[in-house]
């Protein structure tokens, strides 16, 4: 089963871009003992049109994403969408969770 994200795709690119920026562990300016969440909150509301850009440059899914989400045979959106996400970032899908198998009646 695929987690669904408590916030909206662009608040969570806008995130990552200031994190990135700011963050040591994303080769930003940071020093690495500083802590930068409470600035990236403070930086989100300017980085909320470039990842609003972002999200509309993914609009129409390569080839591979297509493939890939049909070749899922599954109705669960949320499974079809990371499905493609990962294409698109060249990786593999998840494992499917093995079935349980139900016991036998008679």
Do not use: C, F, Y
């Not at 969570?12 to 700011?22: D, E, G, M, Q």
């Not at 989400?69 to 990371?82: M, T």
């Amino acid at each position: 089963m695929t987690h669904i994200a408590a916030t909206s795709p662009i608040e969570r690119i806008a995130r990552v871009l200031v994190a990135h920026a700011l963050s040591p562990n994303g080769r930003g300016d940071a020093e690495p003992d500083e802590v930068v969440s409470a600035e990236v909150n403070d930086r989100l509301a300017d980085e909320l049109p470039r990842a609003a850009a972002i999200l509309r440059a993914l609009r129409e899914p390569s080839q591979e994403m297509v493939t890939a989400g049909n070749a899922l045979g599954s109705a669960d959106a949320a499974e079809i969408w990371d499905t493609m996400v990962r294409a698109a970032l060249g990786e593999k899908p998840r494992a499917a969770p093995a079935a349980i198998p139900t016991p036998l009646a008679g």
